[in-house]
């Protein structure tokens, strides 16, 4: 009694079928697959950001290649 048979599901997708149709069926799924792609894009893009060093900051490696390290001498 807890669980649906096939028989049952079927005459639920039936009934939503004859509800909405086919075309508008189609668009929704079209819409759900379009937003899931896009959120997988979006996580993507957020985590090769998180990676990479801010705009503008200057890392260990590009500073070493542009300074020369010197001693500043005091004039007496």
């Known amino acids: 009694m807890g669980t649906f048979s ?4 079927l005459v ?5 079928v004859m509800i909405f149709g086919t075309k508008k069926l189609k668009n929704i799924g079209s819409d759900l697959g379009g937003a899931v792609k ?5 996580m993507k893009d957020g ?3 998180a990676d990479a060093p801010p705009a503008g900051q200057v890392t260990n490696a590009a500073a070493a290649k542009d300074t020369i390290d010197v001693q500043a001498k005091e004039k007496s």
């Not at 096939?6 to 599901?9: K, L, M, P």
């Not at 896009?38 to 979006?42: E, L």
């Open 38 to 42: 896009g959120f997988k894009d979006g």
């Open 6 to 9: 096939i028989w049952h599901w």
């Open 47 to 49: 985590a090769a950001e």
């Open 12 to 16: 639920v997708l039936l009934i939503v």
